[in-house]
C-alpha cells in the first residue's frame, strides 16, 4: 500500500473501502483456520520481525534518535516474546474450555469456545510503534482475525518499516497497513470494524471509544495517566533511585508506564534526591553538552509541551535537583528531577510523558493514598517497601492497571500478566492469553446430553406442587 496519507479524501475513502472489503469476505474463512495454520503466520511475523531488525533499529534512530538497547528493549523484544508464547500456548488457548454443571442444569455440559471477533482496527502510538503495532496484531492473528494497522504519522520512518513488514507476511486482504495522520484515523473509525484496539491518550481514547459506539464494535483501550511511585521509610533508597532513573531514561521518558511522580516519606527525601542526582549525573550526564546519545522528545511540539511543564513548576516555586538544561532545536530536554513543586502545578496535573520527575514528601502513609485516590486511576503504581504490611495497605488503599513493588515497570514485560488501564488509564487487557481473549469471542455452548430435560416439569398450568418444590429450591 503506497503513500496512503497522500491520497485525497475520495481516494482514501475509495481505498479504504476495498481493503475493508477484502477483509469482511476474509474474516470469515479465518473461523476455521487451525491453530498450525494461524502458528505458522505468527512464525512468518516473527521472522520478518528478525529479518528487518537493523531497519526497525535504523528508523527509531531517525526518528527519534533511539539507543540500539532502548530500541531492542522496547520495540523488538516485546515483540518476539510475546510471539514465542503464543507459539507455546495458542493450541491450549484456543482449546474449548469445559465448565462445572450445577444440580439443576444435570443432564448438560457446557463449554466455553474462543472464537475471533472478526475485522480489527489497530491504532499504533508514536512512542513505540513496532511494540504496539505487532504485539496487538500477534494477538489478532492468535484469535484469527483481520487486522488493519494505522501507525503514527510521528514516526514515518517507523511506520514505513511496519508497513514493509506487513507486506512480507500477509495479503492485505489479512492485515493492511494504512498510514498518515488523524484523517485517515478518523476515516478508518468510521467503519464497523469488530474490534477496535487503540494506544494512546485519554482525550482520543474517548474520541476511539464514541466512535466504536456507533458500530457496538468491542475495544481495547491502553491509555496513560499520572503513574505515581511511592517510597515509604523503609526502602532500599539506592536501589530505588537506580531503578527510578532506569524508568525515566528509557525512551526519554516517553513510556506509558513511567514513573510520573514520587511520594517518599520525609525521613527519606533528602537521601532520595541525593541518589537521584547521582543515578542521574552518572548514566546520563552531568551537562548537556556531555551527554551520551539519548532518546529525544518526539517533535517540537512535544518538547514545547514537556517545556512548558517544567516551566510552570519552577515559576510556582519548584526547585531544580538535578538536570533542566533544553535544547529545542535539538528536541532535547535533559532527565531532571525537581522537588517542592505545588500540587496546583501543570507537572502534578498532566501527565509528563518526558524525562522530567517530580519528588514530594510525605508524613503519612495514608496522606499519600489519599493523594493518588484524587487523582484518576492510573495505569501503573509503583511501590518500594520493605515492609509487608505497608504493601498489602498500598495494594488494597489504590486502584491500579498494573503494579510492580520494588522496582518499575517490569509488570509491563511480564508476558504472563494481563496488562491494561482501569477507567482512565484504559480499558480491557493485553498481553499472552489476555490479548488473545481481547480479539475473541467466549462463546457460550450448552449441549442437552439426557433424553429427559428438567424443563419437561416446567410447563404450565403450574401446579402448587411445583410451586412448593421452585420455593425450596430458591433457597
Same mark, same amino acid.
Given at each position: 500500500?503506497?503513500?496512503?496519507?497522500?491520497?485525497?479524501?475520495?481516494?482514501?475513502?475509495?481505498?479504504?473501502?476495498?481493503?475493508?472489503?477484502?477483509?469482511?469476505?476474509?474474516?470469515?474463512?479465518?473461523?476455521?483456520?487451525?491453530?498450525?495454520?494461524?502458528?505458522? #503466520?505468527?512464525?512468518?511475523?516473527?521472522?520478518?520481525?528478525?529479518?528487518?531488525?537493523?531497519?526497525?533499529?535504523?528508523?527509531?534512530?531517525?526518528?527519534?534518535?533511539?539507543?540500539?538497547?532502548?530500541?531492542?528493549?522496547?520495540?523488538?523484544?516485546?515483540?518476539?516474546?510475546?510471539?514465542?508464547?503464543?507459539?507455546?500456548?495458542?493450541?491450549?488457548?484456543?482449546?474449548?474450555?469445559?465448565?462445572?454443571?450445577?444440580?439443576?442444569?444435570?443432564?448438560?455440559?457446557?463449554? %466455553?469456545?474462543?472464537?475471533?471477533?472478526?475485522?480489527?482496527?489497530?491504532?499504533?502510538?508514536?512512542?513505540?510503534?513496532?511494540?504496539?503495532?505487532?504485539?496487538?496484531?500477534?494477538?489478532?492473528?492468535?484469535?484469527?482475525?483481520?487486522?488493519?494497522?494505522?501507525?503514527?504519522?510521528?514516526?514515518?520512518?517507523?511506520?514505513?518499516?511496519?508497513?514493509? %513488514?506487513?507486506?512480507?507476511?500477509?495479503?492485505?486482504?489479512?492485515?493492511?497497513?494504512?498510514?498518515?495522520?488523524?484523517?485517515?484515523?478518523?476515516?478508518?473509525?468510521?467503519?464497523?470494524?469488530?474490534?477496535?484496539?487503540?494506544?494512546?491518550?485519554?482525550?482520543?481514547? #474517548?474520541?476511539?471509544?464514541?466512535?466504536?459506539?456507533?458500530?457496538?464494535?468491542?475495544?481495547?483501550?491502553?491509555?496513560?495517566?499520572?503513574?505515581?511511585?511511592?517510597?515509604?521509610?523503609?526502602?532500599?533508597?539506592?536501589?530505588?533511585?537506580?531503578?527510578?532513573?532506569?524508568? #525515566?531514561?528509557?525512551?526519554?521518558?516517553?513510556?506509558?508506564?513511567?514513573?510520573?511522580?514520587?511520594?517518599?516519606?520525609?525521613?527519606?527525601?533528602?537521601?532520595?534526591?541525593?541518589?537521584?542526582?547521582?543515578?542521574? #549525573?552518572?548514566?546520563?550526564?552531568?551537562?548537556?553538552?556531555?551527554?551520551?546519545?539519548?532518546?529525544?522528545?518526539?517533535?517540537?511540539?512535544?518538547?514545547?509541551?514537556?517545556?512548558?511543564?517544567?516551566?510552570?513548576?519552577?515559576?510556582?516555586?519548584?526547585?531544580?535537583?538535578?538536570?533542566?538544561?533544553?535544547?529545542?532545536?535539538?528536541?532535547?530536554?535533559?532527565?531532571?528531577?525537581?522537588?517542592?513543586?505545588?500540587?496546583?502545578?501543570?507537572?502534578?496535573?498532566?501527565?509528563?510523558?518526558?524525562? $522530567? $520527575?517530580?519528588?514530594?514528601?510525605?508524613?503519612? $502513609?495514608?496522606?499519600?493514598?489519599?493523594? %493518588?485516590?484524587?487523582?484518576?486511576?492510573?495505569?501503573?503504581?509503583?511501590?518500594?517497601?520493605?515492609?509487608?504490611?505497608?504493601?498489602?495497605?498500598?495494594?488494597?488503599?489504590?486502584?491500579?492497571?498494573?503494579?510492580?513493588?520494588?522496582?518499575?515497570?517490569?509488570?509491563?514485560?511480564?508476558?504472563?500478566?494481563?496488562?491494561?488501564?482501569?477507567?482512565?488509564?484504559?480499558?480491557?487487557?493485553?498481553?499472552?492469553?489476555?490479548?488473545?481473549?481481547?480479539?475473541?469471542?467466549?462463546?457460550?455452548?450448552?449441549?442437552?446430553?439426557?433424553?429427559?430435560?428438567?424443563?419437561?416439569?416446567?410447563?404450565?398450568?403450574?401446579?402448587?406442587?411445583?410451586?412448593?418444590?421452585?420455593?425450596?429450591?430458591?433457597?
Amino acid at each position: 500500500m503506497n503513500a496512503i496519507n497522500e491520497l485525497p479524501p475520495a481516494r482514501l475513502n475509495a481505498e479504504i473501502d476495498r481493503v475493508f472489503g477484502l477483509q469482511q469476505r476474509r474474516k470469515l474463512e479465518l473461523r476455521d483456520t487451525t491453530p498450525e495454520q494461524r502458528l505458522e #503466520k505468527l512464525r512468518r511475523l516473527r521472522a520478518a520481525v528478525m529479518a528487518h531488525k537493523e531497519d526497525i533499529l535504523a528508523a527509531a534512530h531517525s526518528d527519534m534518535r533511539k539507543p540500539r538497547v532502548d530500541a531492542l528493549l522496547g520495540e523488538i523484544m516485546p515483540v518476539t516474546q510475546a510471539i514465542d508464547l503464543a507459539l507455546k500456548q495458542l493450541k491450549r488457548w484456543m482449546r474449548p474450555q469445559r465448565v462445572k454443571t450445577p444440580v439443576n442444569m444435570l443432564g448438560t455440559r457446557g463449554e %466455553i469456545r474462543y472464537e475471533p471477533k472478526g475485522a480489527a482496527l489497530i491504532i499504533a502510538p508514536w512512542n513505540v510503534p513496532v511494540f504496539l503495532s505487532f504485539v496487538p496484531l500477534a494477538s489478532a492473528v492468535a484469535a484469527g482475525c483481520t487486522a488493519i494497522i494505522k501507525p503514527s504519522e510521528m514516526t514515518p520512518a517507523l511506520g514505513a518499516v511496519i508497513r514493509t %513488514i506487513v507486506a512480507d507476511v500477509f495479503d492485505e486482504a489479512e492485515v493492511a497497513v494504512f498510514e498518515g495522520g488523524p484523517e485517515v484515523a478518523q476515516a478508518l473509525l468510521s467503519r464497523p470494524f469488530d474490534h477496535i484496539f487503540y494506544t494512546g491518550n485519554p482525550e482520543i481514547g #474517548k474520541v476511539v471509544m464514541r466512535a466504536a459506539a456507533e458500530h457496538l464494535a468491542s475495544v481495547t483501550l491502553e491509555l496513560g495517566g499520572k503513574s505515581p511511585v511511592i517510597i515509604d521509610e523503609s526502602a532500599d533508597v539506592e536501589a530505588a533511585a537506580e531503578r527510578l532513573v532506569w524508568g #525515566k531514561l528509557l525512551n526519554g521518558g516517553q513510556v506509558c508506564v513511567a514513573p510520573d511522580y514520587v511520594l517518599v516519606h520525609e525521613s527519606r527525601r533528602e537521601a532520595l534526591l541525593g541518589a537521584l542526582d547521582r543515578q542521574f #549525573k552518572a548514566h546520563a550526564g552531568a551537562e548537556a553538552g556531555q551527554l551520551p546519545e539519548l532518546t529525544r522528545i518526539v517533535n517540537t511540539r512535544h518538547h514545547a509541551r514537556v517545556q512548558a511543564l517544567l516551566d510552570d513548576a519552577l515559576s510556582r516555586g519548584a526547585r531544580v535537583v538535578t538536570g533542566g538544561q533544553s535544547d529545542a532545536d535539538a528536541c532535547f530536554i535533559a532527565p531532571t528531577v525537581l522537588t517542592d513543586v505545588p500540587p496546583d502545578a501543570k507537572l502534578m496535573q498532566e501527565e509528563i510523558f518526558g524525562p $522530567l $520527575l517530580p519528588v514530594l514528601g510525605f508524613q503519612d $502513609l495514608n496522606r499519600a493514598l489519599e493523594l %493518588i485516590n484524587e487523582k484518576p486511576k492510573p495505569l501503573a503504581l509503583y511501590a518500594f517497601s520493605r515492609i509487608k504490611a505497608n504493601v498489602e495497605r498500598i495494594l488494597r488503599g489504590t486502584s491500579a492497571g498494573g503494579t510492580t513493588i520494588n522496582h518499575v515497570m517490569l509488570h509491563g514485560l511480564h508476558p504472563n500478566l494481563p496488562f491494561g488501564g482501569v477507567n482512565n488509564s484504559g480499558i480491557g487487557k493485553s498481553g499472552g492469553f489476555y490479548g488473545f481473549q481481547a480479539f475473541s469471542n467466549e462463546r457460550a455452548v450448552l449441549r442437552q446430553t439426557s433424553r429427559i430435560s428438567f424443563t419437561r416439569w416446567m410447563m404450565p398450568p403450574y401446579s402448587p406442587r411445583l410451586s412448593r418444590l421452585m420455593d425450596r429450591f430458591v433457597r
